[in-house]
């Protein structure tokens, strides 16, 4: 099933060209009229059953095609996202800005570089991407993100995709320069400013994706491919991401865990037009504006 939010801010599930209110199907169960998309992922993993309820209800269709759609969450409690998880993207960063050479790091120290991005950096599809005024040099990454189902604390990697509820696209945007040439304490910053979290185009219940470590990750910039990849080439895997991750804090229902990007990271100009497509979940587009 996709989840979706549109319009104003309703929660929406996605049927081939069709969009229908969840809200309507929900109430009967005790949600609010106008519950988050936050609060329906809680509901349902604790009544699996009332999916049934959503999928069955399909009245008030919005074409997909006329529909706003948003950034399928707008509160997640938090967005933590994984840093220099791919060796061909920690290869063409050391050529691209000085990064430091990550090869001799253990799974740990190297997830232990694991940065949060702030809710106000959260933009939907369709963007727009905001270039700062501070900065000359703007790179898109494009990642495989997970969003989190249920309460995880000291999860084994075993049993970690077990607390999955869904996956969705995750673009994050990075300034390179003033702060980023030669240092790596600067992310919650470079990689914070407004509209550098792009979250979309829905959330793709875990159900539909079997396996989240084999698929493959396309971008083009102005209709040029210059991304080409799989999540096969992870270094560290969803299942190492959360179990780290849930040994140092509580993961709430809406946590969002980005995978990082692979190699072919891009800088970005006013007037750009970036379209990604993950295997499973689809594609989404941003546009790109300089801050005026």
Not at 19 to 44: C, D, N, Q
Not at 200 to 211: L, S
Not at 265 to 274: E, F, I, T
Not at 278 to 290: F, R
Request: charged share 20%; glycine share 8%; proline share 5%.
């Amino acid at each position: 099933m996709k989840l979706c939010r549109y319009n104003e801010g309703s929660v929406g599930w996605v049927d081939g060209h069709n969009v229908y209110p969840v809200s309507e199907a929900l109430t009967a169960s005790g949600l609010p009229a106008h519950a988050s998309m936050e609060e329906i992922i809680a509901h349902l993993v604790d009544h699996p059953g009332d999916i049934a309820k959503i999928t069955s209800h399909k009245e008030h269709a919005i074409d997909l095609s006329k529909a706003h759609l948003l950034s399928p969450l707008i509160n997640p409690p938090a967005v933590w996202a994984a840093a220099a998880n791919y060796k061909a993207h920690q290869a063409e960063m050391i050529g691209r800005v000085g990064s430091s050479d990550r090869s001799s790091l253990t799974p740990d120290e190297l997830m232990a570089e694991i940065f949060l991005k702030p809710n106000s950096s959260i933009t939907g599809p369709g963007g727009p991407v905001i270039l700062p005024k501070v900065s000359k040099h703007v790179d898109f990454e494009c990642e495989l993100a997970a969003v989190i189902g249920k309460t995880a604390r000291n999860v084994s990697s075993k049993d970690a995709l077990d607390y999955v509820f869904g996956y969705t696209m995750c673009w994050d945007i990075s300034i390179r320069d003033p702060w980023g040439i030669g240092r790596q304490n600067t992310r919650n910053i470079r990689k914070g400013f407004d509209t550098f979290c792009g979250l979309g185009p829905w959330i793709v219940t875990a159900d539909e994706i079997k396996d989240p470590h084999i698929l493959n990750i396309n971008v083009e910039q102005n209709g040029k491919n210059v991304m080409k990849a799989n999540t096969s080439d992870m270094i560290n895997d969803l299942r190492e991401l959360i179990r780290f991750l849930s040994s140092v804090c509580t993961l709430k229902a809406g946590t969002v865990i980005t995978t990082g990007t692979p190699a072919g990271v891009s800088r970005l100009a006013h007037g750009d037009h970036l379209k990604g497509t993950i295997d499973g979940i689809g594609a989404m587009e941003l546009q790109v504006i300089n801050e005026v």
